[in-house]
């Protein structure tokens, strides 16, 4: 049996690199005593695969990974089964939804935007706006940055699907917080990108306060739906219904 997770990655939790995400994942599976299938080859390796990684220092409601199922295991109920291996999971990690997935193409090769949710510090709402409504009315916004251990000049303008500045009360510390969706397709624009484009004379690093993934988006034939929708909508800072 092939399944899909979704869980979030909230907390101190989100210090830790992609790899180490793996890593968290692995040794869960193993403390659960889940019987995961293998490759074929010289080096079989447990049929675990991740979605598109998430920034250091980001956090993120909607992350995925891929599994299969050794023929022996049954998982049952899988709500329960994500109970279950979601108690073996270090703080931050929680598991929302596990589905069962036929075929089809792989979890990075099947998203085509991300929604992110990057709360500002050290801007206010009156220069956020401003700056949204500047890049939103440009045809092109140049933005260096580097390619391959060389700097380069790119326009992102086209790697940017919607970008809105969000209620004042969104952030519990009244920073101005905006949602911005970027499609990952071609070469694909970070948040801390974004920032950096839209305040040119701050540090981006600092600027993006918290970044946060809020959706990952799929095109079934022409219909734009999430991976793995869930039925609640989580709250931003605790992950919960």
């Known amino acids: 049996m092939k399944l ?5 990655k909230l907390g101190k939790i989100r210090f830790t690199s992609h790899r180490d995400t793996a890593r968290h994942w692995e040794r869960a599976v193993r403390k659960a005593q889940v019987r995961l299938a293998y490759s074929a080859g010289f080096t079989p390796r447990p049929k675990l695969s991740f979605g598109l990684a998430l920034p250091t220092g980001g956090e993120s409601l909607a992350e995925y990974l891929d599994m299969e199922l050794d023929p022996t295991e049954v998982p049952g109920d899988l709500a329960e089964f994500g109970a279950r291996l979601g108690a073996e999971l270090p703080v931050g990690y929680e598991i929302v939804r596990v589905a069962e997935r036929g075929n089809g193409s792989s979890l990075q090769d099947a998203v085509v935007a991300c929604t992110w949710q990057v709360t500002m ?9 401003d700056a949204i409504a500047h ?11 580097d390619r391959k251990g060389q700097r380069a000049t790119d326009d992102i303008r086209p790697s940017v699907a919607s970008l809105v500045l969000l209620p004042a009360d969104t ?5 101005p917080a905006v949602a911005a969706e970027l499609f990952t397709t071609g070469r694909s624009l970070r948040p801390v990108e974004l920032t950096a484009a839209l305040f040119p004379g701050a540090d981006a690093l600092d600027t993006a306060a918290r970044v946060l993934r809020t959706h990952q988006w799929i095109d079934d034939d022409g219909v734009r739906r999430e991976l793995l929708p869930v039925e609640a909508v989580l709250h931003p800072i605790t992950g919960s219904a």
């Open 171 to 175: 952030d519990p510390l009244g920073r």
């Open 135 to 145: 890049f939103l009315a440009a045809s092109e916004v140049l933005l260096e940055r």
């Open 121 to 129: 510090a050290g801007i206010t709402h009156e220069q956020a706006a």
């Open 4 to 8: 899909r997770i979704r869980h979030t």
